[in-house]
């Protein structure tokens, strides 16, 4: 379709007067992230990985690690995610404010391999609803990532 008259009458936009992009609205998501932003600015793109992932790839390679918060003291410079596939990690996060952080929310760990079950975070993100995530479905989107049909798809890209 060409213009908006060739729409099919039952699409919004057919009948609509407004200009599509003035009709759209600001998307209001309730996300908190705790990063250190200069850390965070020298990382390349990491891949997602689950716990099974994360033991392969190599130490110091940026990953992303998704999973619940199980261990978080006030105050503390490291916590410990359970992954979507069941691991167990210890967080470093050292220069990262954990404040706006929970135990049991879902979250998202972006950093460094520092050990076999070790990272150097250098931010955490968190979702809407982050204690409602679903950890079964992330974990099944990792894995279809890696998968060579879709691995193109997924993979960052150089600039």
Known sequence: WKSREQLPPTWPAATSTAEPLAAMVAMD??????????????LTVGSRANFGLFQQAA????????????????????????????????????DVPTSGLAAGTFVE??????????????????FPGGGDADAELWDEAVKLAQLPQLRDLFAPVQV
Not at 30 to 42: I, Y
Not at 67 to 88: H, K, M, P, Y
Not at 110 to 117: I, L, M, N
């Open 29 to 42: 998501v309730d996300t908190a992230s705790a990063v250190d932003v200069q850390a965070l600015a020298a």
């Open 59 to 94: 130490t110091g390679a940026s990953v992303r690690l998704a999973g619940r918060i199980t261990e978080l003291q006030a105050g503390a410079q490291s916590c410990t995610i359970t992954t979507t596939d069941g691991g167990v990690v210890q967080v470093a996060a050292a």
């Open 109 to 126: 760990a972006v950093g460094t391999k520092a050990g076999e079950a070790a990272m150097a975070a250098a931010g955490f993100y968190s």
